[in-house]
């Protein structure tokens, strides 16, 4: 759709500026609010412009919709448009958030989105939105805000994929069980701290109740006069004998 060299006051036909077909870009393909609120947030941005082309009410939503189909009939004001829109300029930056502004001072919201965004792009933590602009991408939800050990838990992949850390079980005691083996004096059954359950002779037993004695690190690692001390230590699992 070729564009005039400037408006013809009151006649109801509306004349499309570049900025008004980003923002129908932006509305439609973007945003993907419903058809209400694109009528209402577009009506509202450019209210003085279309009053001036004998438009107070606005634009209805069946001439919006019309002018966001023409860019697949590649105009040469719609392919100025796209590539202006695929370089994401700091002026379109700006629109979209004069829009969103001017949706939530309306007061439409999530609520307003299009049923098919809704089902597609609403993430399920409340609050968050998914939009196709690339330089937006996913908005943050605020527990993952406040929450940054959580959110480091989880690595994003793609496009709402996530990967997330294997849950490791929590360890448990060993389940005692009672030795099949045993030796002939070996008549008392202990159980140790670990929950390991063991045939002990009497004298054996009667050690393991006897209260443990600290001991210094000198008489635990007493000077060497010289050469080497060779000891070999047979470790039973309730007690240490240590053969010189």
Same mark, same amino acid.
């Given at each position: ?30 945003? &993907? ?13 450019? &209210? ?15 001439r919006i919709e019309a002018q966001y189909h023409e860019h697949r009939r590649s105009s040469a004001a719609w392919r100025a448009t796209m590539i202006s829109i695929a370089s994401e300029t700091i002026e379109q930056e700006e629109l979209l958030s ?36 690339? &330089? ?16 480091? &838990? ?21 389940i005692a069980q009672i030795p099949k083996q045993r030796r002939p004096e070996a008549t008392v059954l202990h159980s140790t701290e670990t929950g390991h359950r063991v045939w002990l002779t009497p004298e054996e037993h009667l050690e393991t109740q ?35």
């Amino acid at each position: 759709m070729a564009e005039s060299s400037g408006p013809v006051l009151g006649n109801g036909k509306i004349v499309w500026t570049h900025e008004m077909r980003v923002a129908v870009w932006l509305l439609f393909d973007t945003l &993907k609010f419903d058809r209400t609120t694109r009528t209402a947030v577009f009506n509202a941005l450019y &209210k003085d412009y279309l009053e001036t082309l004998g438009l107070p009410d606005g634009a209805n939503y069946s001439r919006i919709e019309a002018q966001y189909h023409e860019h697949r009939r590649s105009s040469a004001a719609w392919r100025a448009t796209m590539i202006s829109i695929a370089s994401e300029t700091i002026e379109q930056e700006e629109l979209l958030s004069r829009i969103q502004d001017m949706a939530s001072h309306l007061g439409y919201g999530i609520d307003h989105l299009s049923t098919l965004t809704r089902r597609a792009d609403i993430t399920d933590v409340p609050g968050t939105v998914v939009t196709r602009s690339r &330089k937006r991408g996913r908005t943050v939800a605020p527990e993952a805000v406040t929450n940054p050990i959580e959110r480091n &838990k989880r690595a994003t992949v793609g496009a709402g994929m996530t990967l997330s850390p294997p849950l490791t079980p929590p360890k448990t005691r060993a389940i005692a069980q009672i030795p099949k083996q045993r030796r002939p004096e070996a008549t008392v059954l202990h159980s140790t701290e670990t929950g390991h359950r063991v045939w002990l002779t009497p004298e054996e037993h009667l050690e393991t109740q006897n209260a443990w004695v600290p001991v210094s690190d000198l008489e635990a690692h007493p000077p060497l006069a010289g050469g080497l001390l060779y000891r070999y230590v047979r470790c039973l699992r309730l007690r240490c004998e240590s053969l010189r």
